[in-house]
Nanobody
């Protein structure tokens, strides 16, 4: 059974930085992984993806600001978020990029506000 735990979310001022981590215990991790985010009342959206060759891909709204990375040995996915904007406020989740997805974790809250 795969158990996902995201961490690292916090309250940060605009322009600040945060680093999110995701531990996927029990996962093979041998697939493309991704970070997603969701705000109340909206659909979960894809933020960044990294494939098994460590090639990243980013949504336009985070390009140049966020960096996704993975440690396959430790089964950890990270998201370095720089130059944060108020519109980045959301709950952030990690999961596989493609179906079948793992059961979703609780996510980690990122709030960008002055």
């Amino acid at each position: 059974q795969v158990h996902i735990v995201e961490s690292g979310g916090d309250l940060v001022q605009p322009g600040g930085s945060l680093k999110l981590s995701c531990l996927a215990s029990g996962a093979s991790f041998q697939n493309s992984m991704a970070w997603y985010r969701q705000v109340p009342g909206k659909q979960r959206e894809l933020v960044a993806t990294i494939n098994i060759e460590f090639i990243p891909d980013y949504a336009e709204f985070v390009k140049g600001r966020f960096i996704i990375s993975r440690d396959d040995a430790k089964k950890i996915l990270t998201l370095q978020m720089n130059n944060l904007k108020p519109e980045d406020t959301a709950v952030y989740f990690c999961n596989r990029r493609y179906n079948p997805l793992y059961d979703w974790g609780q996510g980690t809250q990122v709030t960008v506000s002055s």
